[in-house]
């Protein structure tokens, strides 16, 4: 199983950007597909953005799409989740996941094994 340190949640204003990291370790990082889910008090887990285990495939959630960019660098194997125009919708527990099994990216919860702690991030208004 693969370990995830995420780094870069805290607190902005709404308008603001922050950008998230997940540094991985433990096994092969470079062969599998990586996502971003969020949750926010009261509401379930959601999908946020995911990516393909080379980088060239990358997949949203409405809600995020053109706010948000997922990216990765599989010689630090981190993969990092750019978020701009933030509003207080946004606001929530964000969690790193990794695939052991698909090398696309996935919105779905089961294609992912591994998950880091959850930086929090809240954004004010």
């Known amino acids: 199983q693969v370990q995830l340190v995420e780094s870069g949640g805290g607190l902005v204003q709404a308008g603001g950007s922050l950008r998230l990291s997940c540094a991985a370790s433990?096994?092969?990082?470079?062969?599998?597909?990586m996502g971003w889910f969020r949750q926010a008090p009261g509401k379930e887990r959601e999908f946020i953005a995911a990516?393909?285990?080379?980088?060239?495939?990358?997949v949203y959630t409405d809600s995020v799409n053109g706010r948000f960019t997922i990216s990765r660098d599989n010689a630090k194997n981190t993969v990092y989740l750019q978020m701009n125009s933030l509003t207080p919708e946004d606001t929530a527990v964000y969690y790193c996941?990794?695939?052991?099994?698909?090398?696309?990216?996935?919105?779905?919860?089961?294609?992912?094994?591994?998950w880091g702690p959850g930086p929090p991030v809240t954004v004010s208004s």
């Open positions: 996941a990794s695939s052991r099994t698909v090398s696309h990216p996935s919105r779905i919860w089961g294609a992912y094994d591994s």
């Open positions: 433990g096994r092969t990082f470079t062969n599998y597909a």
């Open positions: 990516i393909s285990w080379n980088g060239g495939s990358t």
